[in-house]
């Protein structure tokens, strides 16, 4: 039987911890954002999968339910897990070892292994070879990463997590099953075999590893023998290093600080061209990108553009000067521009988005243009109705600009209780009509605290009312006194066979939609 070979494995404790503080610093603004020194804790399926270290000097740890851990830590910022979330950042650091040694394996988010033959004889060492690529990751904002050397995957993992303080650990060649020895058959990653093995009084891993393999096969099957084997430091997998994916991405520095859009756009067409002509040359399509525009006031701008089919050069340009507009709720770039990056946030394959010989003719060339009404108004120029969720019959339409792919901010397939239920008006008003509802006596109609209305409807606007229905009351969000609605609805209908949908809100009466 062949010895394992050696393997270096770089751990990065509370990966799920870091992944979700760099992302945020890219994703959010900075009032949204954790603070790195806040007690923080991810959590799936109501369990704590991983947690900060002020979290855990607080109480917190893996395992807990969510009500336990926040009893531990009143102030515990939550956070749900993500494991896209936690591959995407830590490609960052599988960038980082490969320039240093090429041919890493991800084993996990924030786990990695490498051979320890060629990075060893290129640093004259294990421990300088470890070291080494420590140092790469510090410098790249990975301060805790933890390396083990060892023989085999799973014996360099367990040094990695026992490295503590001196980030190291190297088990010497041969010296597996010692070192395996004292760890608890947790350290297996099976739950229910660590607590089978625990009732037969098995408690650590070389306990188990002196148990007759035979024996181990015929009760725990061909997975039992597997971790058999690893507890006895007999691990047969080699590392199978990662095939880097091709850099899309496309950057381009000025010299010279750009402050108009149209220069910002015109100097940027080179690099959409190179960023199209690098995406066809993977076979790849972009129907996302994702564009970072920074100033040199050092401001960042960086958005997600959505494309219903893909992005050519052209229409990435459009989406660098639209960026640099002004649009509601945003705020602008108040420096020159100095960084443009270009980034695919969604690709698809280029064979998919061939054009067809027949059928797609006058989509296309309303494609074309909405857009070129686009490039000489504006994003928001064109825009087109999507369907949305909401309570209130004018949030069910939302207007988004021509070509975005992204939907509505509420989903429409929410149960929404308190909406309006089939038939819905025949026409509803996105402005609010003002009205008034009053009674026989010409008082104003009204509802009281308990949910009645202080008169009959008989006029609405002057008009005969000859039947009417409700109130029905709507709540929204009273948690939030900013955007906190109480409103009441009413079906009118007047003597000319017109009927209204009516609502009461505020004191204030208006019309939602016309059924007739």
């Keep these: 039987m062949t010895a394992p070979e050696r393997v270096i494995v770089v751990w990065l404790p509370d990966w799920p911890i870091t992944a979700l503080l760099r992302t945020q610093a890219r994703e959010l603004a900075t009032s949204e954002r954790i603070a790195p020194e806040e007690p923080i804790a991810v959590m799936h399926d109501g369990a704590v ?3 900060s270290p002020s979290a855990r000097a607080e109480g917190v740890r893996r395992g807990m339910k969510k009500r336990d851990a926040q009893a531990a830590c009143a102030r515990l910022r939550l956070a749900t897990a993500d494991e896209a979330r936690d591959s995407r950042a830590f490609h960052d650091a599988l960038v980082r070892l490969e320039e240093l040694a090429p041919g890493a394996e991800p084993l996990r988010p924030g786990v990695a292994a490498l051979r320890a033959r060629g990075p060893a004889r290129f ?11 420590l140092a790469a990751l510090a410098q790249a904002g990975f301060a805790d990463a933890r390396a083990g050397v060892a023989d085999g995957l ?3 993992e367990q040094a990695a997590r026992a490295a503590g303080e001196e980030r190291i650990r190297i088990v010497a060649p041969g010296e597996a099953a010692a070192f395996l020895a004292p760890l608890s058959v947790g350290a297996l990653g099976d739950p229910d075999l660590a607590l089978l093995l625990a009732r037969l009084g098995v408690r650590t891993l070389g306990e188990f590893a002196r ?3 035979g024996r181990v096969d015929d009760r725990l099957g061909s997975r039992g023998a597997r971790l058999h084997a690893l507890a006895a430091g007999s691990d047969s997998r080699t590392v199978t290093p990662r095939v880097p994916p091709p850099e899309l991405a496309r950057e381009l520095d000025l010299d010279a600080p750009l402050e108009l859009a149209e220069q910002v756009a015109f100097a940027v067409r080179q690099t959409a061209d ?9 076979g790849l399509v972009c129907t996302a990108v994702r564009i ?5 006031a050092a401001e960042r701008s960086e958005r997600v553009w959505q494309h219903p089919t893909s992005f050519d050069a052209a229409s990435v340009t459009d989406r660098v000067r639209w960026q640099l507009q002004p649009s509601p709720g945003a705020a602008a770039l108040t420096g020159g521009v100095v960084h443009v990056r270009i980034e695919p946030e969604a690709v698809d394959d ?3 988005h061939q054009p067809a010989l027949l059928g797609q003719g006058p989509d296309e060339r309303a494609h074309h243009a909405m857009t070129r009404v686009q490039s000489a108004l504006g994003h928001r120029a064109v825009l087109t109705p999507s369907p ?6 004018a949030e069910r339409e939302v207007r988004v600009p021509w070509g975005d792919g992204s939907g509505p901010p509420a989903r429409r397939d929410l149960p929404w209780p308190g909406s309006l239920p089939a038939p819905l008006p025949a026409e509803v008003f996105r402005e609010a009509r003002p009205a008034q509802v009053r009674a026989a006596s010409g008082e104003p109609v009204g509802v009281d605290g308990r949910g009645f209305v202080t008169a009959d409807p008989a006029t609405l606007d002057r008009r005969a009312i000859t039947s009417w229905s409700g109130p029905w009351p709507l709540v929204e969000r009273t948690w939030d006194p900013a955007r906190a609605r109480s409103a009441h609805r009413f079906q009118l209908a007047l003597e000319d066979g017109s009927a209204w949908l009516a609502v009461l809100e505020d004191g204030a009466w208006w019309l939602e939609g016309r059924y007739a």
């Design 292 to 296: 970072l525009i920074v100033s040199d």
């Design 274 to 282: 190179a960023f199209c002509d690098g995406l066809a040359g993977a």
């Design 350 to 352: 280029a064979g998919a």
């Design 123 to 133: 640093y004259r060492g294990e421990r300088p070879a470890a070291s080494a690529l």
């Design 49 to 51: 999968v991983a947690c």
């Design 154 to 156: 799973f014996t360099a």
């Design 211 to 213: 148990l007759a393999p």
């Design 388 to 393: 949305g969720g909401g309570r209130f019959l």
